[in-house]
Each structure stands twice: as structure tokens, then as C-alpha cells.
């Protein structure tokens, strides 16, 4: 009987003991230190759903995506944050567009999605940005994965990121079928001549688009401010467009 009321005390001073020590610190005691303060968690499936008052709208109003000049004056913990709501943020818009395509309805504002990858992309390049300066400051170097230039199978340039392998490059296969690079072949070079061509007569068509456009405000404001024309259009020489024989600064626009 003595070990048992022995052990009830044992039990009530540690009962005691446990409730004392999970108080929460009070400011007399620990001035200090600050509670965490943190938003309710719903955790059920809702949370991949719009809100219930945007089901069945035809637009949904939104703000614009974010500003790598905005991100750039952020903390990391700031851009930390950003980043998980803008992937939570994402995640709820495609699941509500793939709901919308099951249900053969219409997705309200797709454009929204693209307002949050933008805003993703601006954050990776902010983020990239420091790590670049960081490295660069310790090391000397950027830091970032070493790349080259090559040509695809059809002879068009894109950026190869080199990668460490467990196996030689000459014995991958994996390798071998995910990267193919350019071979000179007389159709390769048939059809690169023929995307020049193109790329060619679509760079001359904006730029003979953009000189009218120039003439044409010229023609209906004479006192047109040529230095922000110049910035806005600086393919366009404005002096050849002055000699223009459509340029007419004393035109007159009918009422």
C-alpha cells in the first residue's frame, strides 16, 4: 500500500509537472519571445476548389502577376512565402480548369493561370539573381549548372545544360534518345533555308507596319514628341520617314 501511494504521487507531480512546462510564456516572465501566429488550416479537399461564390461566374476578377522590379526589393523569406501561394494558387486554378473541362463547361478568366507562372517565373529569375551575386561574391564563379549552345535535329539553336551520369555518354541510351543534336543533311538544309526565309519577310513586314504606324502619327499629331516615338520604335528611322512621300505634316484630320 506504501509503493502504490508512492506511485500516485509520482503520477500527480509529473501530471503537474507536464502541465507547467507546456504553459504558454507569459511577457512578465520571457519579454522576449513572441507566440507563432499562423492562418487556421481547412486541410480537406476544398482547398484544390475555388471559392464557392466564383462557381458557375463568367469572369472572375483578378490582379496582375508580379513584378521582378516588386520581387527584387523582397527578403528571402518574403519570396519563400510568395512562392508556396503562388503554387497553391496554381494548383487550385488547374484543378478548377480540369473540373471545368469534365463538366464541358467554361473556365472563368484562364487567364489567371498565366498571371501566376508569370509571377513564377519573375520570382525563380529574382532568386536566381542572388544566387548568381552570392556565388560570384564566395566563389568567383555564377554557380549555375554549365551549359553550351547546340542545334536540334532540325538545325535550330537551343541552350544544353550539362548533367553529371552514373554512366558513360557513350554508353547511355537514355542519353542517346532524349538529346539529339544536329547532322548536316540536304533536307535539314532545305528547310533551314526556308524558316530564314520566313523569319525574314515576317521581320521586314513588322518593320514596314511600324514605319505607316510612325507616319500615320506623324500625319495626325504635328506636334508629335519624336524622342518617345524613337524609344517606343527604334527600328524605325524617323528621318526616312519625314522624306516619306505619305508624310504629310500639314494634313488636317476631317472632323
Known amino acids: 500500500m506504501e509503493n502504490l501511494n508512492k506511485l500516485k504521487g509520482l503520477i500527480n507531480l509529473f501530471n503537474n509537472f ?33 471559392d464557392k461564390k466564383n462557381w458557375g461566374a463568367e469572369e472572375v476578377k483578378s ?6 522590379e516588386e520581387l527584387r526589393i523582397k527578403s528571402n523569406s518574403d519570396l519563400h512565402k510568395l512562392w508556396y501561394v503562388l503554387l497553391k494558387e496554381r494548383n487550385m486554378l488547374l484543378t478548377m480548369e480540369q473540373e471545368c473541362n469534365d463538366q ?26 542572388r544566387n548568381v551575386a552570392y556565388h560570384q561574391l564566395e566563389t568567383g564563379e555564377t554557380g549555375e549548372r554549365p551549359g553550351r549552345m547546340e542545334k536540334d535535329p532540325f538545325g535550330l539553336p537551343f541552350y ?24 548536316p543533311d540536304k ?5 533551314l533555308l526556308k524558316y530564314r526565309e520566313k523569319e525574314y519577310l515576317a521581320k521586314k513586314r513588322a518593320q514596314r507596319r511600324d514605319f505607316n504606324h510612325v507616319i500615320g502619327l506623324m500625319n495626325r499629331f504635328p506636334n508629335l514628341d519624336m524622342e518617345a516615338v524613337k524609344e517606343q520604335y527604334p527600328d524605325v528611322d524617323i528621318e526616312k520617314a519625314k522624306a516619306s512621300r505619305r508624310y504629310r505634316p500639314y494634313f488636317q484630320p476631317k472632323e
Open 18 to 50: 507536464r502541465v507547467t512546462s507546456l504553459r504558454a510564456p507569459t511577457v512578465h516572465n520571457f519579454p522576449s519571445i513572441r507566440n507563432i501566429s499562423t492562418t487556421i488550416p481547412k486541410n480537406d479537399l476544398m482547398e484544390f476548389f475555388d
Open 63 to 68: 490582379g496582375r502577376s508580379w513584378k521582378i
Open 104 to 129: 464541358v463547361r467554361l473556365f472563368p478568366s484562364p487567364e489567371r493561370i498565366d498571371k501566376v507562372e508569370d509571377s513564377m517565373e519573375n520570382l525563380e529569375t529574382v532568386i536566381r539573381e
Open 160 to 183: 544544353y545544360k550539362e548533367s553529371e551520369y552514373a554512366i558513360p555518354k557513350e554508353m547511355n541510351e537514355e542519353w542517346h534518345k532524349k538529346y539529339r543534336f544536329f547532322k
Open 187 to 191: 533536307d535539314v538544309k532545305a528547310f
